[in-house]
């Protein structure tokens, strides 16, 4: 083979090679720049996941609040009065209060659907109303009920300056109840025998699975005799001269809401848009009632529900309003 062919295969072989490293490192390169794109990407994504989280858990508030508006506030009171509920006395107490404190709220209207609950919760609702009412007099604030305003709901409509229903609304049922279940006839069948010890001769009050005691019986009946009597000096406080008195309107009974306004338990028929546009004269409606992330409401009902359970052994059944 001569020099020439010699320099001729030389050359091949080093263009391939150079051709080689050419592609080695333009794979490289490629691969690189895929890597950093999908870094990007999941950057990306990770941050709007962020940004979604962040949207569900901080309130942000409402928007419109902070347009310099006039008018009226609302604040929605649903469900069972109870600590570890919707409608607690937190929730509904720091809604009336950011309410209150804003400067173009004209009036407030309380939205109720709810069958009563805890007359400690409704008890802590309706003295705050009370108490911002004698702080902005210039506010009025007006309960509109919906489906349902029974016991602890009332208790808590009661407050309020006037009243509105549907007229088939249900509204009433101003009693106290405290409930429970008696299994000694089933215990004796079954051949079962009650062990109880206690420290204190009525610690075991109303335990179910002993029989009646008729001195606990008469003093819980006295106990609920004596929140009875608050429940009704808050709806005559209340109604005043509007109340018009019988014989069953403190028996626990419940009325429509064309029945409940004969009787002076509410002023006359209204919804939330009516009663903001027509009452207050400020048809604007702006919603304050306090929406709670899904974290905070997991650890409260948490917290309420090993609470609850030590009340329940070292206190035993509780009176609800309802």
């Known amino acids: 083979m001569d020099e020439a062919s010699k320099d001729k295969e030389g050359a091949q072989g080093e263009n391939w090679e150079r051709r080689t490293l ?66 607690s006395a937190e929730n509904i107490v720091a809604s009336l209060q950011s309410a209150f404190e804003d400067k173009r709220t004209v009036g407030v209207v309380l939205r109720i659907n709810s069958p009563g609950g805890s007359p400690v919760q409704s008890g802590i609702i309706h003295d705050e109303i009370k108490r911002l009412r004698a702080k902005h007099p210039e506010i009025p604030l007006h309960a509109v009920i919906e489906d349902i305003c029974a016991s602890g709901g009332y208790y808590v409509a009661a407050a309020a300056d ?26 004796d069948k079954l051949g079962v025998e009650r062990r109880l010890l206690t420290a204190g001769e ?79 004269k400020a048809e604007k409606t702006l919603d304050y009632s306090v929406r709670e992330n899904l974290a905070e409401r997991f650890a409260k009902r948490l917290g309420a529900d090993m609470a609850e359970s030590l009340s329940l052994r070292l206190f035993g059944d509780r009176p609800d309003i309802r």
């Open 22 to 87: 050419e592609r080695f490192a333009q794979e490289v390169l490629r691969e690189q720049r895929a890597k950093r794109r999908w870094g990007i990407f999941f950057k990306l994504l990770g941050f709007a996941y962020l940004v979604a989280v962040l949207a569900l858990v901080v309130d942000w508030g409402d928007p419109e609040k902070l347009a310099d508006r006039r008018h009226t506030a609302v604040v929605n009171l649903h469900g069972t009065l109870e600590a570890k509920g919707e409608a």
């Open 162 to 187: 006037s009243i509105y229903v549907d007229k088939a609304s249900i509204v009433g049922s101003i009693g106290v109840l405290m409930n429970g279940f008696g299994f000694t006839g089933s215990m």
């Open 202 to 280: 009525n610690k075991g009050f109303l335990d179910p699975f002993s029989p009646q005691d008729g001195k606990q019986k008469e003093h819980a009946q006295r106990l609920l005799d004596d929140i009875h009597q608050q429940f009704i000096k808050v709806v005559r406080d209340g109604r005043g001269q509007r109340l018009k008195e019988t014989p069953e309107v403190f028996s626990g009974l419940m009325w429509t809401g064309a029945q409940s306004i004969q009787l002076g338990l509410a002023d006359g028929f209204g919804t939330v848009e009516s009663v903001a546009r027509d009452v207050i």
